[in-house]
Structure formats: structure tokens, C-alpha cells
């Protein structure tokens, strides 16, 4: 498995449709034996156009018995299993294979998804360049390729038609928008075509690297009246030697100063951030480092994530892994910050008049957030779903804001 995550193949579910199959044979048993050939029976069911590969032990001890399986494409001793992927590529039909990191061109199909009646997410580019140390992703989903602008446009009209009110804009890194055309087009332009579009009222922005964030990025997102005032930023962390070995493209700094800049630009901004703690390596004094750096920066919310090994990533075999129960500690101090921050945040609130967009009921509580991503609960029995609505805020509950509907 990890050669061909190596080479950048995608690995799915046995009982999804694949392009290659590998059944690993084992021979302990004659019952083994029985359970390989079902399960080679099985694969050309699922997809007769596969390219089906068996290896292991059973292959070992009766070739032949399997040379006659006529479903067999390839048959693969366990000495042989180094060259898997070598093997797979050099058979004759091996342009049935969908080799994601020779894929040039952005794939339509399946970008957008609907949340709910009022908010639907449209993915405008795929695949990543960066390679951070601890991610598959580079590997997994190829390079940089980004959606076509007259087919997004295209589909937010779409999803305008159908009278969903808000967008979000996505990618696997949406900042690398743009790169596969030479730059030629960049995000800021795609959302410039979006804000044009009527009917959509919010444009909200999948998650942003800092280094996308600079004047010249800001003056032009400034001027369009649909962008919300939220920015999800992904962080990972706040400590400069961790990013070093992360490779991440910037250093804390660089991220404060990004910060400062949304916070010029926009009154009221609200930003949340991703951050992973227990990264191979990290010293107390390390996790501090994080730790202080987000007590000054106070974001609304942060997703913490505790590191976890991926094969076939450099991370992964990096030496001085973290304990588990190291990470859970470290994670449990960053989220008791977070939720002190955000409550802070939410008492900043009360007594505000916010808009609210509604977007489900429940209980007979209605539920949206504000331009700036605050969940809003408001006990009414009204059916405001998919308005947007002058709302006062009243108290907290479950750190999310109680309102009521302003006269
Ligand atoms: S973490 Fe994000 S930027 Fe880094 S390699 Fe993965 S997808 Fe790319």
C-alpha cells in the first residue's frame, strides 16, 4: 500500500470502485484459501474494467492453481511484491489506470455540496503542491488544479437559482488557486465574479493561509460587500522550529502580521484557526511557544488537532514521537483556552444587534450565524429559515448566543 501512495494513487474501500485491486493471499488455513478466491470473484464484480492483482503466500504455493483464474490480471510472489506498482504500470492495459499525479485539469464533477436550504459549499480547485511534512494530501490527490472561472461562475448562478443565499468557496488549498494557469487568473478574481452574482448574499472563504494574506490581497477583497467577516486561518502552530519541521511557509511572525492586516481591514473580524499539537518532537517549551502565541492572538475558535502518524509521510518516521497521553493533555489545555477566548468573545455580544441568516429550526429554537460565523439561537415561532434578520443579542447558553428578533 504505501508504494503506491508513494506514487501519489488514492487508496479506497475493498467495496468501492476501484482501478487497481490488490488481494493480499494467505495460505494458513484452507479456509484462507477459500476466502482469497471469494474475494477475487468478487473484484471483477464490483469493476469489471480493474486491473486485479493478487500477491502473497496462497500465490506462493499455487501459482498455477491461480494462473487458470482467468479474472487474474497479474500474479505476484511475496519476492516480487516490491515491484508492485512497476508492474502495474508496465501492464498492457494499464491505461485503465487514473494516475492522480499525472491529472493536469480540475474535475467538475461533484464540487458542490448543500449544507442546508440556505448554504452551499462549491470546491474551485483541487490537489497541493506544499507537501507539509505531516500531510498526505500532495500524494493522495495530486497537483495543483484549479477549476475553470466561467464553470464556477456558472455553478453559483446555479446555486443562486435555487435561492441558497450563501457560498462557500473551497479547496484542498484554495490559496494555490490559480498557480496550474500561471497566476494568470488568482482567487481574488474568482470572488470578485462571485460577488457580481445575484441573488448570493454571503461569500464565505474556505480555510486561508497567511501567505496569501498581504495589502494587495486585502485592498481588492475589501471592496466586495458579500464577503464575510470571518476567516478560517490554518495555523498548525504557533512555534517557529515546529513550522521549520512542519514546512510550513512561514513563521509565527509572518502570521501575526497577517492577522493584524485582516483586522485593519475589517471591523469586527472573526477569525478561527487549525492547530495540531504533539507534531513529532515538540518539547514543553515548544507547545508553550503555541500556547502564548494564541493567548495574544485570541481567535474565536481553534480546532485542535493531536498529531497523528500517516504513512508514507515524512512526519511520520521523524524520531522523538509524542505520547498519546502527552497530546491529550496538550490538546485539553488549548481547548479550555479556546472555549475561555471564545466566551470572552460572546459577552462582547450582548446587548449587539447582529444579522442573522437562519438557517434551520429546532425545538423551536431557529438557528443561524452572523456575518462573522457567531451561532445565534432565537426562541420564535416564526419560520425565518433562509432570512436574514436584525437580531439582539441576550445571553449565552452552551457558549453560543441567545437572541431575540429587534423590533
Ligand atoms: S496541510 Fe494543506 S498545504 Fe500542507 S500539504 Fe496538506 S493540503 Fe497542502
Redesign the pocket.
Known amino acids: 500500500m504505501q508504494k503506491f501512495i508513494e506514487k501519489g494513487y488514492e487508496i479506497i474501500d475493498f467495496e468501492e470502485k476501484a482501478d487497481i485491486y490488490v488481494v493480499n493471499t494467505c495460505t494458513v488455513t484452507n479456509m484462507s484459501d477459500r476466502k482469497s478466491r471469494q474475494m477475487l470473484r468478487r473484484v471483477k464484480k464490483n469493476n469489471p474494467n480493474s486491473i486485479l492483482v493478487v500477491v502473497g503466500c496462497y500465490v506462493n504455493v499455487a501459482k498455477e492453481e491461480l494462473e487458470k483464474i482467468k479474472d487474474i490480471d497479474i500474479i505476484l510472489g511475496n519476492n516480487e511484491k516490491n515491484n508492485i506498482v512497476e508492474c502495474v504500470e508496465n501492464f498492457e492495459n494499464k491505461e485503465k489506470i487514473t494516475d492522480v499525479m499525472q491529472q493536469k485539469e480540475f474535475i467538475d464533477f461533484g464540487s458542490v455540496t448543500y449544507t442546508n436550504k440556505t448554504r452551499a459549499t462549491i470546491k474551485i480547485q483541487d490537489g497541493?503542491?506544499?507537501?507539509?511534512t505531516?500531510?498526505?494530501?500532495?500524494y493522495a490527490r495530486g497537483r495543483v488544479r484549479s477549476r475553470q472561472i466561467s464553470s464556477i461562475i456558472e455553478e453559483v448562478e446555479k446555486i443562486a437559482k435555487r435561492g441558497i443565499k450563501e457560498v462557500i468557496v473551497t479547496g484542498?488549498?484554495v490559496a494555490s488557486y490559480g498557480k496550474d494557469f500561471g497566476y494568470k487568473i488568482k482567487l481574488i478574481d474568482v470572488l470578485e465574479k462571485i460577488n457580481n452574482i445575484e441573488g448570493i448574499e454571503r461569500i464565505r472563504l474556505g480555510s486561508l493561509?497567511p501567505t496569501l494574506i498581504n495589502k494587495e490581497f486585502l485592498d481588492r477583497l475589501s471592496k466586495l460587500d458579500k464577503i464575510c467577516n470571518h476567516f478560517h486561518l490554518?495555523l498548525?502552530s504557533g512555534c517557529d522550529t515546529v513550522l521549520e519541521r512542519m514546512?510550513?511557509k512561514y513563521t509565527s511572525n509572518d502570521f501575526r502580521n497577517s492577522v493584524k492586516l485582516l483586522r485593519e481591514y475589517y471591523k469586527n473580524v472573526l477569525l478561527t484557526a487549525d492547530v495540531i499539537v504533539g507534531f513529532p518532537g515538540e518539547t514543553d517549551e515548544e507547545f508553550m511557544n503555541t500556547y502564548k502565541f494564541l493567548e495574544e492572538i485570541k481567535f474565536y475558535r481553534m480546532h485542535i488537532f493531536k498529531y497523528s502518524q500517516r504513512n508514507g509521510t515524512k512526519a511520520a518516521i521523524m524520531p522523538n514521537q509524542i505520547d498519546g497521553n502527552i497530546k491529550e493533555e496538550r490538546s485539553n489545555k488549548l481547548i479550555e483556552l479556546s472555549n475561555k477566548i471564545q466566551n470572552e468573545y460572546n459577552l462582547s455580544y450582548i446587548g449587539k444587534k447582529q444579522k442573522v441568516l437562519f438557517e434551520e429550526k429546532e425545538n423551536n429554537f431557529l438557528k443561524g450565524h452572523t456575518n462573522n460565523f457567531l451561532m445565534v439561537n432565537v426562541n420564535d415561532s416564526e419560520d425565518f429559515i433562509n432570512q436574514i434578520k436584525d437580531v439582539e443579542i441576550v445571553g449565552i447558553e452552551n457558549n453560543e448566543l441567545i437572541g431575540k428578533i429587534a423590533m
Open positions: 497541493c503542491d506544499r507537501f507539509c505531516y500531510c498526505i494530501v500532495p484542498i488549498h493561509e490554518s498548525q514546512n510550513r
